[in-house]
């Protein structure tokens, strides 16, 4: 069981910056990917960024060149920086982690860290 708790979330006026955090519960198995997800009110939830154990990353369209996902293997951690706010990037965000073990599949979802953009 991987338990993943976000931090890091509030309010940032537009065009500002903001950090998130997930911190796993135990460390981060070999073939893990991390990633970010939001879901903004009356919105599907979204793939906003993701990155695997070594280090290949992929980005939603809205937020590439603007948002840079990390993670720190030795912490179990995953971070996203966000810069230049949009009031659009308002929502949810979503740690999630897949992993495998002994050739089977598993995931694990952090519950939710909402960032709000004013404007």
């Known amino acids: 069981q991987v338990q993943l708790v976000e931090s890091g979330g509030g309010l940032v006026q537009a065009g500002g910056s903001q950090r998130l955090s997930c911190a796993a519960s135990?460390?981060?198995?070999?073939?893990?990917?991390m990633s970010w997800y939001r879901q903004a009110p009356g919105k599907q939830r979204e793939l906003v960024a993701t990155?695997?154990?070594?280090?290949?990353?992929n980005y939603a369209a809205s937020v590439r060149g603007r948002f840079t996902i990390s993670r720190d293997n030795a912490k179990n951690t995953v971070s996203l920086q966000m810069n230049s706010l949009k009031p659009e990037d308002t929502a949810v965000y979503y740690c999630?982690?897949?992993?495998?073990?002994?050739?089977?599949?598993?995931?694990?979802w952090g519950q939710g860290i909402q960032v709000t953009v004013s404007s």
């Open positions: 999630y982690a897949g992993w495998v073990e002994r050739s089977s599949t598993y995931e694990s």
């Open positions: 990155i695997t154990f070594g280090g290949n990353t």
């Open positions: 135990r460390s981060i198995f070999s073939f893990s990917a």
